[in-house]
């Protein structure tokens, strides 16, 4: 196994600190840590970016050290965002079935059913869309309805 071939990679933008960490995924699905960096932030105020060119220097920085570190390039990160500006809206998709068993496309269908629904404030966009339950013939709390 390469180590190159199975990291990942964590990234943290904090208002005093980025800082990033990466591991090297095992043959058991653990991950041991083979190097981080951290790098004062700047750009941000009480979580916002307020410079842009100043919050990416940052970011660069703080990858650079966990690269060195670690002894990989880092072509992708997990990052986790938090603040004000985020919202979970509750929504439900809904998909017509005639005595069949449900498959990858009904679940995707009812998925991209949900996501259309209107979004109170223009200015805001779908990041994700995380599935709670599926009904199915009127049975709730069922997590995966496949077959």
């Not at 050290?65 to 500006?85: C, F, K, P, R, W």
């Amino acid at each position: 196994m390469s180590r190159k071939e199975h990291i990942v990679v964590g990234l943290d933008i904090g208002t005093t600190k980025i800082c990033v960490v990466v591991g090297e995924v095992l043959e058991d699905h653990s991950v041991n840590v083979i190097g981080f960096g951290g790098h004062p932030s700047n750009g941000l105020k009480k979580g916002m970016v307020v410079n842009m060119e100043s919050t990416v220097e940052s970011i660069k920085r703080a990858v650079e050290d966990a690269e060195l570190m670690a002894a990989v390039q880092i072509n992708s990160v997990y990052t986790g965002i938090a603040g004000g500006h985020i919202a979970s809206e509750s929504a439900q998709g809904v998909v017509a079935l005639k005595k069949k068993e449900v498959t990858k496309a009904d679940i995707r269908r009812a998925i991209d059913t949900a996501r259309g629904c209107v979004i109170p404030n223009p200015d805001r966009q779908i990041l994700h869309v995380l599935p709670r339950e599926f009904i199915v013939d009127r049975q709730e709390g069922i997590r995966d309805p496949l077959g």
